[in-house]
């Protein structure tokens, strides 16, 4: 593997420029992301909590995964069918810290999808205590509004939105009193990159839809709240983004580096947890190299 520069924590401050197709590997990264996988330790914070973890195969939704599970949680995620690799080698490190694991090779752009996919995981994890809707597309573009084309827009809107509302709505019918909803927000919702308007205004939405569902739901005893991450090392980047852009990813951050999914996925353990986070409802939690959220 190639050799980069890392800073006082040891990450990399920059990579090589490396480019896939859409969704983009796991293995096929230069260097490959860490997602927790030989460092992180639980202590039994979501000890017996049924969680659902969407776009849960790689990237923030693999050490969300990671984590959960050596927290005590059981989890199933969804993938998308060309995502099968690196979903089976989630779940592997599911079942590795000896939970319980399901997946779903499920595109939510289809209301009924969402549905289907809330159903069964009930069924196999015996309920559900918590939903991450952490499922996401962008795609940076060249040119103006111009160049936003009508099936682009539906893509991003409906990843990161609409299933958002698809999922929380069926989600809600199962939490009980003392579940949580995690939505997956973004440092474009304060800081947006030109190149990602559609998608940055998914993301100003979440943050809106968090605050929202968190009064609404707050009544039921059920928690909404949202992590923002910065830019951080995933199969997202080098199949999204130009090359030289990948090579700098994160080096305007007062950190000087990307973050690493290992480094996100704490954010959202705090969050579920209901003995660290039971006051905690319609907040947004940056984890940003230092970029602001407010």
């Not at 060309?82 to 810290?97: I, R, S």
């Not at 015996?126 to 827009?153: H, S, W």
Request: charged content about 20%; aromatic content about 6%; some cysteine.
């Amino acid at each position: 593997m190639t050799s980069h520069a890392t800073d006082h924590a040891d990450r990399p401050t920059e990579f090589p420029a490396q480019r896939q197709e859409p969704p983009g590997s796991t293995a096929a990264m230069d260097p490959v992301p860490d997602h927790g996988e030989k460092t992180y330790q639980g202590s039994g914070k979501l000890t017996g909590l049924r969680t659902l973890i969407t776009g849960g195969d790689s990237g923030i939704g693999r050490a969300v995964a990671v984590a959960f599970a050596r927290e005590g949680a059981d989890v199933a995620i969804t993938y998308l069918p060309e995502e099968q690799d690196d979903a089976d080698a989630t779940m592997q490190l599911v079942t590795d810290a000896g939970r319980r694991g399901a997946a779903y090779a499920a595109d939510l752009r289809s209301h009924d999808v969402c549905v289907e996919t809330v159903t069964r995981a009930v069924a196999e994890l015996g309920g559900l205590d918590v939903l991450v809707n952490n499922a996401g597309y962008q795609m940076a573009r060249e040119g103006g509004i111009e160049n936003i084309d009508p099936e682009r827009l539906d893509r991003v809107f409906k990843t990161n939105l609409y299933a958002l509302f698809w999922m929380t709505q069926e989600a809600v019918k199962h939490l009980k009193p003392g579940g949580s909803i995690i939505n997956n927000s973004s440092i474009q919702a304060y800081d947006p990159t030109v190149s990602l308007l559609d998608y940055a205004s998914t993301k100003a939405a979440i943050n809106n839809a968090t605050v929202n569902l968190a009064a609404e739901l707050g009544p039921r005893g059920i928690r909404v709240n949202a992590v923002a991450p910065g830019p951080i090392w995933t199969p997202l980047q080098p199949a999204t983004q130009p090359e030289e852009k990948v090579a700098k990813l994160g080096q305007d951050t007062p950190l000087g580096r990307a973050g690493q999914p290992a480094e996100v996925a704490p954010a959202f353990v705090f969050l579920a947890s209901p003995r660290d986070a039971s006051y905690v409802s319609g907040t947004v939690l940056g984890v940003t190299g230092g970029k602001p959220v407010f």
